[in-house]
């Protein structure tokens, strides 16, 4: 008996029967065929089918004559057998890709969870911050003790400074100082801006103070509390002693400096008033006030003193519409009083970092360096106000 094999159309003898050709060179493509049917063709049982390689060589007309099937329908079951198997084996993949993400999430999650765990240890290992003394670890206080780090020993000229006038040219937003210096033969005036007052040294900035202190107007008062500013930022460094040093054969009897309106010292003069500024800074109901003390409940605050010494509170919700001058203020009590202020100065501080061009452009402008420092410090601990 003989079979003709749709794809390879010839004659394939049937084994098991009598054949006059039993050479498997019987046909030129019966070689190739040979090699293809060994990997398609499986073996047949019972219960399924198999994509296994069979034992033996086996043709789709064989099959085809032992299921007592057409070609074709040996081709669709073949086809189906490598199709399940194909689908056993992305099923399989999935599993294994599943079962190491698992296993990756958990080992990722608990790994998360000691960090956190160090974390917490640390941070109530660490002693709680001083109000006498705050940190000075911040990127901005390293590079400020990099560049202030000369500043009791250096001076721009070693010429005393014997007059001094800050003026504010019209189309300008900077202070312009005329510094007029006693040299050896004949004193002589040099012309310098605001901004370049970082680059003086201590004695300097102190004979500028006493003499724009004695000054009553408007821009010498804004010159005084910019140096102010400086002299705190470098005494906060521990660059410079905290009071003034006493230089030989001068009298320990000095005239105390008058303070001006302007100056960051007198806080209580820069914050509004009861009723003043356009917000409401009255004080809570059933909530007994402490000066400097901030609280979280019944409102989100911190109460404070004004100029006629009437107690007041300021709201959270309030410090976007307070003015500059009032946060300035503010935020010199905050950081007199952390015992009792808490980390209030922060949102203070966030608040003026939005107005960075405004303190530029005022006499206030090294708050801007100091505001940035205590808000980096802050991220840094990662603490909830």
Same mark, same amino acid.
Not at 322 to 344: I, K, N, W, Y
């Given at each position: 008996?003989?079979? $003709?094999?749709?794809?390879?159309?010839?004659?394939?003898?049937?084994? !098991?029967?009598?054949? @006059?050709?039993?050479?498997?060179?019987y046909?030129p493509?019966?070689?190739?065929?040979?090699?293809? @049917?060994?990997?398609?063709?499986?073996?047949?049982?019972?219960?399924?089918?198999?994509?296994?390689?069979?034992?033996?060589?086996?043709?789709?007309?064989?099959?085809?004559?032992?299921?007592?099937?057409?070609?074709?329908? %040996?081709?669709?079951?073949?086809?189906?057998?490598?199709?399940?198997?194909?689908?056993?084996?992305?099923?399989?993949?999935?599993?294994?890709?599943?079962?190491?993400?698992?296993?990756?999430?958990? =080992?990722?999650?608990?790994?998360?969870?000691?960090?956190?765990?160090?974390?917490?240890?640390?941070?109530?290992?660490?002693?709680?911050?001083?109000?006498?003394?705050?940190?000075?670890?911040? $990127?901005?206080?390293?590079?400020?003790?990099?560049?202030?780090?000369? $500043?009791?020993?250096?001076?721009?000229?070693?010429?005393?400074?014997i007059?001094?006038?800050?003026?504010?040219?019209?189309?300008?937003?900077?202070?312009?100082?005329?510094?007029?210096?006693?040299?050896?033969?004949h004193s002589y005036?040099?012309? %310098?801006?605001r901004?370049?007052?970082?680059?003086?040294?201590?004695?300097?900035?102190?004979?500028?103070?006493?003499?724009?202190?004695?000054?009553?107007?408007?821009?010498?008062?804004?010159?005084?509390?910019?140096?102010?500013?400086?002299?705190?930022?470098?005494?906060?460094?521990?660059?410079?002693?905290?009071?003034?040093?006493?230089?030989?054969?001068?009298?320990?009897?000095?005239?105390?400096?008058?303070?001006?309106?302007?100056? %960051?010292?007198?806080?209580?003069?820069?914050?509004?008033?009861? !009723?003043?500024?356009?917000?409401?800074n009255?004080?809570p109901? !059933?909530?007994?006030?402490?000066?400097?003390?901030?609280?979280s409940?019944?409102?989100?605050?911190?109460?404070?003193l @004004?100029?006629?010494?009437?107690?007041?509170?300021?709201?959270?919700?309030?410090?976007?519409?307070?003015p500059?001058?009032?946060? $300035?203020?503010?935020?010199?009590?905050?950081?007199?009083?952390?015992?009792l202020?808490?980390?209030?100065?922060?949102?203070?501080?966030?608040?003026?970092?939005?107005?960075?061009?405004?303190?530029?452009?005022?006499?206030?402008?090294?708050?801007?360096?100091?505001?940035?420092?205590?808000?980096?410090?802050?991220? =840094?601990?990662?603490?909830?106000?």
């Amino acid at each position: 008996m003989k079979f $003709v094999d749709p794809i390879v159309d010839s004659i394939i003898p049937i084994q !098991g029967e009598d054949s @006059d050709v039993a050479s498997e060179d019987y046909h030129p493509l019966s070689r190739k065929r040979k090699a293809a @049917d060994t990997d398609l063709a499986p073996s047949h049982t019972d219960t399924s089918l198999s994509c296994k390689k069979p034992k033996s060589i086996v043709s789709i007309s064989n099959l085809a004559t032992e299921w007592n099937m057409s070609p074709d329908q %040996v081709k669709q079951i073949l086809d189906e057998a490598n199709q399940a198997q194909l689908l056993k084996n992305i099923a399989q993949a999935d599993e294994s890709l599943i079962q190491h993400k698992l296993q990756t999430k958990g =080992s990722f999650e608990a790994q998360m969870q000691k960090l956190l765990e160090f974390q917490s240890k640390s941070q109530s290992s660490q002693p709680p911050p001083s109000s006498s003394k705050p940190k000075t670890d911040s $990127v901005l206080d390293r590079i400020d003790r990099k560049r202030f780090e000369d $500043v009791l020993r250096r001076r721009v000229c070693s010429d005393k400074i014997i007059k001094v006038k800050a003026s504010k040219p019209r189309n300008e937003k900077i202070l312009t100082l005329l510094i007029t210096r006693q040299g050896p033969q004949h004193s002589y005036t040099e012309v %310098v801006k605001r901004d370049e007052l970082i680059k003086y040294g201590y004695s300097e900035w102190m004979e500028l103070l006493e003499l724009a202190s004695k000054q009553t107007s408007t821009h010498s008062s804004k010159l005084t509390c910019a140096l102010h500013l400086l002299i705190k930022k470098v005494q906060r460094l521990d660059l410079v002693p905290k009071e003034r040093p006493q230089h030989q054969g001068q009298s320990s009897s000095v005239p105390r400096i008058r303070r001006t309106k302007f100056q %960051v010292d007198s806080e209580d003069v820069l914050v509004l008033n009861i !009723g003043a500024g356009g917000i409401n800074n009255s004080l809570p109901i !059933g909530v007994d006030p402490v000066q400097h003390k901030f609280i979280s409940v019944p409102e989100h605050g911190m109460f404070y003193l @004004d100029k006629n010494r009437k107690m007041c509170f300021q709201r959270t919700a309030e410090i976007p519409r307070a003015p500059t001058t009032h946060l $300035v203020g503010l935020r010199q009590m905050c950081m007199s009083h952390q015992d009792l202020s808490g980390e209030f100065h922060i949102l203070i501080a966030m608040e003026l970092l939005n107005r960075r061009q405004e303190l530029l452009d005022s006499p206030y402008w090294p708050v801007k360096t100091e505001a940035e420092a205590e808000y980096e410090e802050f991220l =840094s601990r990662g603490v909830l106000i």
